[in-house]
Nanobody, 116 residues
């Protein structure tokens, strides 16, 4: 059974920084991508950042230049460094891992609240 455990959410003032971390536990086949999603209050879940097996990164336009994704495929960890946070970054953040066999695993979510 695969489990993703997230750490690092919390309350921060606008302009501040937070680092989210996620570790995969359990038996998991070859990882294809590791990503962070978020669900803002009252909105649908959206992709924040993704990194694939070759190290290619992609970011949502709303966070590009402020957020950075770090992944260690061998250690099965992924982190999200969030700088210059804005109130609109308030959301529940989820890590996600996709395998080469197209299986997707999700963390339980961690709350980030950015106060103005």
């Amino acid at each position: 059974q695969v489990r993703l455990v997230e750490y690092g959410g919390g309350l921060v003032q606008a302009g501040g920084s937070l680092r989210l971390s996620c570790a995969a536990a359990g038996s998991i086949e070859t990882i294809s991508t590791m990503a962070w999603f978020r669900r803002p209050p009252g909105n649908a879940r959206e992709l924040v950042a993704r990194v694939n097996w070759s190290g290619s990164e992609s970011y949502a336009s709303a966070v590009r230049g402020r957020f950075t994704i770090f992944a260690d495929n061998a250690k099965r960890t992924v982190a999200l460094q969030m700088n210059s946070l804005k109130p609109e970054d308030t959301a529940i953040y989820y890590c996600q891992v996709e395998t080469a066999a197209r299986s997707a695993y999700w963390g339980q979510g961690t709350q980030v609240i950015v106060s103005s």
